[in-house]
């Protein structure tokens, strides 16, 4: 299926490239960010880039066989958001 979305705002793609060039942030927390956002998107079956990268897009997720960690989107996708602003959240 073909989506012909555009966003207005940040999308999945875009936290994710954020996060890829964050040098403050350690490689472990990168990876283990970037990973959980694209398994996300996979589980939707939706791009990266039409997933809006707002906290509310990342509500509870639960996808079969496992539930993953909402916070394991939530906490990337805020960070993403405060880059932009230029206030970062506690990393957690």
Same mark, same amino acid.
């Given at each position: 299926?073909?989506?012909?979305? *555009? ?5 999945? &793609?875009? %936290?994710?490239?954020? $996060? +890829?060039? !964050? ?26 880039? *039409? ?5 509310? &897009?990342? %509500?509870?997720?639960? $996808? +079969?066989? !496992? ?26």
């Amino acid at each position: 299926m073909s989506e012909n979305v *555009v966003l207005i705002e940040k999308s999945f &793609a875009d %936290a994710i490239a954020m $996060i +890829a060039a !964050a040098e403050e942030l350690p490689e472990e927390k990168r990876r283990h960010w970037m990973t959980s956002m694209r398994q996300v998107a996979k589980a939707w079956g939706r791009p990266l880039e *039409v997933i809006r990268g707002q906290v509310p &897009a990342a %509500a509870p997720i639960n $996808i +079969a066989p !496992a539930r993953i960690d909402a916070n394991a989107v939530k906490v990337p996708v805020n960070w993403a958001t405060f880059s932009v602003t230029g206030r970062h959240p506690p990393l957690t």
